[in-house]
């Protein structure tokens, strides 16, 4: 959908544009309704990380999605995004871009971009809602980035040099999400792991796991499997079947 025919909400400053997105939806927003911010005050991404949103850096937008999707599919979308946005990027940059499981863009082995999809409140006959919210460094210095992060994240002029501009990466960014997602209404998830599993940063790499009751896993990573699980494989042999948590490759 071009930008022109879209309802575009752009502000200055908010706290989440993911939380303006999903009140948006709830009032009914239709789906290709795009929040773009030039700063967030209060960022999320998964897990209840705050995301860095320096003023005027880096690219901040949710979208709004209605999926032709049943509830028990709607997770496999942060993988169509991410898979979506990391094209994106690549095409305007010229830079190839991977993927960490589930949402993370590396570019450079570094973090430049994440996904964090939510859902809204699913009512029995109504078409689910998803937002897919974005955050992206374009120009962001390492000194914007807190301590913690500056060996862990990066920007696109960081990498390669150069600001790209802001309208292009959103435009392109927007056009495929949408047709990612479309792709996995349409024929399944398995095309689009296809082409996921192509930019796995972390496939044969020894990860650290910690679930969301605060096990502590070490294994290998088998990839993901055909249901979008992360799978790890701990030194005992056990594999196990990663749904949610924070994973990191060994040593960061």
Same mark, same amino acid.
């Given at each position: ?205 020894? /990860?650290?796991?910690?679930?969301? $009751? &605060?096990?502590?896993?070490?294994? #290998? %990573?088998?990839? =993901?499997?055909? *249901? +979008?699980? /992360?799978?790890?494989?701990?030194? $005992? &042999?056990?594999?196990?079947?990663? #749904? %949610?948590?924070? =994973?990191?490759? *060994? +040593?960061?």
């Amino acid at each position: 959908m071009p930008l022109q025919q879209r309802t575009i909400v752009r502000l200055v400053a908010i706290d989440s544009t993911n939380r303006v997105a999903l009140e948006l939806a709830s009032r009914g927003g239709a789906a290709g309704t795009v929040v773009v911010a030039g700063t967030q005050t209060a960022g999320r991404g998964r897990l209840g990380k705050r995301w860095e949103s320096p003023p005027e850096a880096g690219l901040y937008f949710s979208l709004i999605l209605r999926p032709r999707l049943d509830p028990a599919s709607l997770p496999q979308l942060t993988l169509a995004a991410g898979l979506g946005a990391a094209m994106a990027v690549e095409g305007v940059t010229g830079r190839r871009v991977l993927l960490k499981w589930p949402n993370d863009l590396l570019l450079e082995g570094k973090k430049i971009g994440g996904i964090l999809c939510e859902t809204g409140p699913l009512w029995q006959g109504c078409e689910p809602v998803v937002i897919v919210g974005v955050g992206l460094n374009v120009s962001t210095p390492m000194a914007a980035f807190s301590e913690d992060l500056r060996t862990r994240a990066t920007s696109l002029l960081l990498q390669a040099g150069q600001v790209f501009p802001q309208e292009a990466l959103l435009t392109t960014m927007l056009a495929a999400i949408e047709a990612q997602a479309g792709r996995l209404e349409r024929h399944g998830l398995a095309p689009v792991l296809a082409d996921w599993r192509q930019r796995d940063v972390t496939l044969g790499q020894e /990860l650290t796991w910690v679930s969301t $009751a &605060g096990t502590l896993v070490h294994g #290998l %990573s088998l990839g =993901v499997d055909d *249901a +979008g699980l /992360l799978r790890i494989r701990d030194a $005992a &042999g056990q594999v196990h079947e990663v #749904l %949610s948590g924070d =994973v990191r490759r *060994a +040593g960061r």
